[in-house]
């Protein structure tokens, strides 16, 4: 008994090194596929549109990237908590990365063709690679093939862990004693939630059958596990919804009633067709069982997503009963694109971080706007939104260059690395502006105060360089935004421009004090307020410049 119970403790510390193993090349694959597709990845979420089809296009192509239906989800909370995506343009995604996520289960399948030896010297290949590569492409290539080849190692390690296990009467009978579809669909679930990966735990499966190990009898139980594997897959996009907001919640919920609703319409089908194992899988391929398994995983989900994506309206209406809307949820200040569920995806962490920059820059634009046009037009009345304005670029900057400290922590490609340092330096050249807003703002309020006077000449000559500079400002957002340095020497131009079109109006303005036409008293204040005008034309330089760096 002794011996019986040091085989089956070595059995099981075997099946659980061959599960880390197998996670850990996983891992592996999918930060290494993510940094080569870096680009891809960001182009594919940024393609969204409301073709439902296309949407479910880019949630499997998404997923096969990263290797992980949860990860995408849980972006896709993000996305639509963020205010990006809208309810009914992440159902597709989320139905796609359910599709997506079956590739691992196919590559797990191959166990049972001759080729798996020699996909496990991928290792060693894949080692050479990452270590002798001078290249960043190389390298990362590397890393994936490695990945790959512990996959299969990890695989290799469960199944004779398994193959020993069958020998144990107990264990084999105590598989075979669970019948109940429910149970099996439980223990799916559980397993599954513990795990946090849909895809290891069907290669737990794939490896128990390629040990011919049994499962309730055989038949139609395995099938129910990996109904069971579906619905536990959505636990890591509940919890990360937790801390969302209502359309948040609601995203996660809509991900749990995909599976949960294709878990029952397949239930359905298994307890009425008792043989549907062996009529259709077996029908299908009768000599590779592992396919069979990884089918089935591929067939739950297309088939569900083809039911189902007619009715992704209804699945919308269902979540907002379920998740009812807060008030001040929408009134809350919060950032626009960057979100923390975004952070073990730093691609699409730092693609986000631009465009919440390029947020905050359009606000601080706002800010400028207001000072100027209030000093343009004497009405001082709408400079009390400018506080307003001010506190939520504040908020802006503050949490964006924290967000900037916690995707600096993950492992970035080089030119993300890059592409982090220049946001810093761009958030501070937003404050800057916002700065120069205010003292704008100031002047107005020392007009008013003072009962200055400005001739009609003046008030022109400031509203053709605000002019000038709103032009400056517009191609510096579309260039920060779009990354596209082509665009760089029609900016200089413009601050050029901007500068000689300042020095030409406190040239002109040194004539009308000499002529008499301007009051002497004013004379600090327009020499101030064009001088923080110039100033600002050479931050946006800087922005722009930015994105060379």
Not at 213 to 225: C, K, R
Not at 236 to 264: C, D, E, P, Q, W
Not at 401 to 416: F, G, I, N, P, R
Request: charged share 20%; glycine share 6%; hydrophobic share 45%.
């Amino acid at each position: 008994m002794l011996a019986v119970a040091q085989i089956q403790v070595s059995d099981i510390l075997l099946l659980l090194a061959g599960l880390g193993v197998f996670l850990v090349g996983m891992k592996l694959m999918s930060d290494s596929m993510e940094t080569l597709a870096n680009n891809r990845l960001r182009s594919l979420l940024n393609s969204v549109t409301n073709n439902k089809w296309k949407g479910v296009g880019v949630g499997a192509a998404t997923t096969a990237i990263i290797q992980s239906s949860s990860a995408t989800t849980v972006m896709t909370v993000g996305f639509v908590n963020a205010g990006v995506l809208t309810l009914t343009q992440a159902v597709p995604i989320i139905m796609g990365a359910n599709i997506g996520t079956t590739i691992t289960a196919q590559l797990a399948a191959l166990q049972n063709f001759p080729i798996t030896e020699y996909i496990t010297l991928l290792v060693i290949i894949g080692a050479f690679m990452s270590i002798l590569g001078k290249k960043d492409k190389t390298r990362t290539l590397g890393i994936i093939f490695s990945g790959l080849g512990l996959l299969f190692i990890g695989l290799d390690l469960m199944s004779s862990s398994m193959s020993a296990m069958r020998e144990s009467t107990f264990f084999s009978e105590t598989l075979q004693a669970i019948t109940n579809p429910f149970l099996l669909i439980l223990i799916g679930t559980v397993f599954t939630a513990i795990v946090q990966s849909s895809s290891a735990v069907t290669g737990i499966l794939v490896s128990m059958t390629a040990s011919g190990i049994i499962i309730g009898g055989g038949g139609n139980a395995i099938l129910y596990v990996i109904l069971g594997t579906n619905i536990g897959t959505c636990v890591t996009a509940i919890l990360s919804s937790i801390s969302a907001n209502t359309n948040g919640k609601r995203t996660a919920i809509i991900h749990l009633m995909f599976n949960v609703i294709g878990a029952i319409i397949f239930l359905i089908v298994l307890l009425c067709w008792p043989a549907f194992y062996d009529q259709v899988l077996v029908g299908l391929f009768p000599d590779a069982s592992t396919t069979q398994i990884a089918m089935f995983h591929t067939m739950f989900n297309v088939v569900t997503t083809l039911l189902l994506l007619p009715f992704s309206s209804f699945l919308v209406k269902l979540s907002k009963i379920i998740v009812k809307d807060k008030k001040g949820d929408s009134d809350e200040l919060r950032c626009k694109f960057i979100d923390e569920r975004f952070l073990h995806t730093p691609a699409i962490a730092v693609a986000q971080t631009i465009k919440e920059v390029g947020n905050t820059l359009r606000v601080s634009k706002q800010a400028l706007d207001l000072s100027i046009n209030s000093f343009t037009s004497r009405d001082y009345s709408k400079l009390d939104k400018f506080d307003d304005l001010k506190k939520q670029i504040k908020f802006y900057v503050n949490k964006t260059t924290k967000y900037l400290v916690d995707v600096s922590s993950e492992q970035l490609s080089y030119q993300d690395e890059k592409t982090i340092g220049s946001l810093y330096h761009a958030l501070t050249d937003v404050e800057r502006v916002t700065d120069l807003a205010d003292n704008i703002k100031r002047y107005c309020k020392t007009t008013e105060e003072g009962g200055l006077v400005f001739s009609d000449s003046v008030i022109t000559d400031v509203n053709e360089m605000h002019d000038k500079l709103t032009e400056q400002f517009d191609a510096v957002i579309t260039t920060f935004e779009s990354r596209d340095k082509s665009k760089l020497p029609e900016i200089e131009k413009r601050e050029d421009e901007v500068d000689e079109f300042k020095r030409e109006l406190l040239d002109s303005h040194i004539k009308r004090l000499n002529n008499g036409e301007c009051n002497i008293e004013s004379s600090s204040v327009f020499i101030n307020l064009v001088n923080n005008i110039e100033r600002v034309g050479d931050h946006l330089a800087k922005i722009a410049r930015s994105v060379a760096e």
